[in-house]
Antibody, heavy 113, light 107 residues
Framework: EVQLQQSGAELGKPGTSVKLSCKVS????????MHWVNQRPGKGLEWIGR????????IYAEKFKSKATLTADTSSNTAYMQLSQLKSDDTAIYFC??????WGQGTLVTVSS | DIQMTQSPSVLSASVGDRVTLNCKASQNINKYLNWYQQKLGEAPKLLIYNTNNLQTGIPSRFSGSGSGTDYTLTISSLQPEDVATYFC?????????FGGGTKLELK
């Protein structure tokens, strides 16, 4: 059974960074793309970008190119997303999604001083 | 970027109704269109991939159709557990995008 387990809620101060994790069990992430999606409070879904864990190649939505950095560790079957220069507007739930078919439970990131 | 527009934004229907949700792309997306269901407080769930392929475990009352720029999700007989927000998602272009969602309510 495929499962994606995301790291716990984060509280970040404006201007700082946070790094979220997404550990996959039941499937080798080398054989798929890992995606990240966010959802601001009461809003819709936004696709942030994807990484090919086999080679580290990444593609980002334009608005997240300077905000998010995607990485992956195939030895631990885990994907990561670092969010930099946090602003209040970055407060959201962040989901990882394997192949856009299997989803993690989401990580709430709250940006507040 | 390809823009995805869903309509209506809110839909009220009765149990047993046939329900149709619409999604329009700003350009041809070659049937690379998925549908997701998101219930309150949960992660999205994949229902349909590549326009008309039912994901494993999804009830057959859900179906998808469309081509070019226009796509449809149909629920043949609405059930109470179908109350949720539904999102379309295109994965044709270099970068991928969601529609704004349709909130499905019971009348």
């Amino acid at each position: 059974e495929v499962q994606l387990q995301q790291s716990g809620a984060e509280l970040g101060k404006p201007g700082t960074s946070v790094k979220l994790s997404c550990k996959v069990s039941g499937y080798n992430i080398r054989n798929t793309y890992m995606h990240w999606v966010n959802q601001r409070p009461g809003k819709g879904l936004e696709w942030i970008g994807r990484i090919d864990p086999a080679n580290g190649n990444t593609i980002y939505a334009e608005k997240f190119k300077s905000k998010a950095t995607l990485t992956a560790d195939t030895s631990s079957n885990t994907a990561y997303m670092q969010l930099s220069q946090l602003k209040s507007d970055d407060t959201a739930i962040y989901f990882c999604a394997m192949g856009m078919a299997y989803w993690g439970q989401g990580t709430l990131v709250t940006v507040s001083s | 970027d390809i823009q995805m527009t869903q309509s209506p934004s809110v839909l009220s229907a009765s149990v047993g109704d046939r329900v149709t949700l619409n999604c329009k792309a700003s350009q041809n997306i070659n049937k690379y269109l998925n549908w997701y269901q998101q219930k309150l407080g949960e992660a999205p769930k994949l229902l349909i991939y590549n326009t008309n392929n039912l994901q494993t475990g999804i009830p057959s009352r859900f179906s998808g159709s469309g081509s070019g720029t226009d796509y449809t999700l149909t629920i043949s007989s609405l059930q109470p557990e179908d109350v949720a927000t539904y999102f379309c998602f295109q994965h044709n272009s270099w970068t991928w995008t969601f529609g704004g969602g349709t909130k499905l309510e019971l009348k």
